[in-house]
Structures are given as C-alpha cells and as structure tokens.
T-cell receptor, first 114, second 110 residues
Framework: DVKVTQSSRYLVKRTGEKVFLECVQD?????MFWYRQDPGLGLRLIYFSYDVKMKEKGDIPEGYSVSREKKERFSLILESASTNQTSMYLC?????????????FGSGTRLTVV | GQNIDQPTEMTATEGAIVQINCTYQ??????LFWYQQHAGEAPTFLSYNVLDGLEEKGRFSSFLSRSKGYSYLLLKELQMKDSASYLCAVRDRDTDKLIFGTGTRLQVFP
C-alpha cells in the first residue's frame, strides 16, 4: 500500500512565524499535491509538483511556497503565517498518469495560527 | 470551466440504503472518483468510474453517466461507521488533476 506521511497531526504557530509542513511518500509517485480543507469550501489546491524541483501553482498559492528537492518529499512553506491560514492541510500523491485510484492522501496536519 | 455539485448533508437510518448524487461540468473528463472521509482523517479511495454504468464493490456501488455529467454513490445496509463525508472528484483530461466537490456529510442514525 502507498503510504503518504505528514510529519505533524497538529501544529500551533504564532502569526508571522515561518512554518514548514513536510510530506513523504514511499511508492515512487511522480505527482505530489498540497491542499487545504475548510468547512463549506472543500479541498482547495495550493501547489502541486510533477517531478523533482518542479512546482506549479494551484488555485490558492498566495502566502505559500513549496520545495521538492527529492522525489519522495514535498514540503509546504508558509512564509509568514497568518490567522486565515488556520486550516487542515492535506498532502497527496499519485502516479504520473493518474491510475484508477486517483490520489493517496496523508493523514493531514491541522494547523492553528494564533 | 469546472464545477462539481453534491448535496451538503444527508441523513439515513442504520440498515437503510442511501444515494449520494454528484453532477459535474468540466472542460475535459477522464474519470470520476468517490472518496470517504471520516471527521479529522484523510480521504480514502472508494470507487472509480471512467465508463458509463455501475461499478459494485460490496455494500458500495457507484454509477456514471458521462452524457448527463452525473454520478451517484449508493450505500446499502448502512452501518453507523458509514457516518462520514463523501467526496466526489473528477479528473481533468488535460491536466490530469482531480477537481473535488465540497463533499456530502452523511449521518447514520440508529
């Protein structure tokens, strides 16, 4: 089974802090994604990557950046955390050609910015 | 443009059958997925449809009509543990990305 591991389940950070959310997958998937999930808004794509050192903006990239130095690891960075970035963050991975399972998700990181 | 609609909430009784509908409009279609998400947990894969018709997997079935831009997830013999959110997602043919609906929160009562 594909495993997608997010480093923290819960995080509390202060406004203005730089925050790193880490995601690692162990099945050699090419694609990796970062979403945030908020009540009533569903899953919104922040950034994605189809390959090492490659990144593409999703629908809501403002205030975020990403890093993919190795194929298995995709990091989401909040340059200066703000209270409106309090959310559940979900990492996902998939094969390059999609496949019939779509995405495999990590357990999520619930981030609270105070 | 891309748009996916599904009801926000549904309720049902243990042992009953429930159907969760999903309608979509996309510029290019390459498959529809259903995911289950329990509160505070990650979405997990339930089903995949790329051709018209019904896919059955135990108590869960999923139907697709591409011409109507319509899918449903059918849950039979409901159990309390089926209380969760159910996400409909469409894969875009051009970008290969999944576009998610906002999810349907299902509550199963005894």
């Amino acid at each position: 089974d594909v495993k997608v591991t997010q480093s923290s389940r819960y995080l509390v950070k202060r406004t203005g802090e730089k925050v790193f959310l880490e995601c690692v997958q162990d099945m050699d998937h090419e694609n990796m994604f970062w979403y945030r999930q908020d009540p009533g808004l569903g899953l919104r794509l922040i950034y994605f990557s189809y390959d090492v050192k490659m990144k593409e903006k999703g629908d809501i990239p403002e205030g975020y950046s990403v890093s993919r130095e190795k194929k298995e690891r995709f990091s989401l960075i909040l340059e200066s955390a703000s209270t409106n970035q309090t959310s559940m963050y979900l990492c996902a991975s998939s094969l390059l050609t999609g496949g019939d399972h779509g995405y495999t998700f990590g357990s999520g990181t619930r981030l609270t910015v105070v | 443009g891309q748009n996916i609609d599904q009801p926000t909430e549904m309720t049902a009784t243990e042992g009953a059958i429930v159907q969760i509908n999903c309608t979509y409009q996309t510029s290019g279609f390459n498959g529809l997925f259903w995911y289950q998400q329990h509160a505070g947990e990650a979405p997990t894969f339930l089903s995949y449809n790329v051709l018209d018709g019904l896919e059955e997997k135990g108590r869960f079935s999923s139907f697709l009509s591409r011409s109507k831009g319509y899918s449903y997830l059918l849950l039979k013999e409901l159990q309390m543990k089926d209380s969760a959110s159910y996400l409909c997602a469409v894969r875009d043919r051009d970008t290969d990305k999944l576009i998610f609906g906002t999810g349907t929160r299902l509550q199963v009562f005894p």
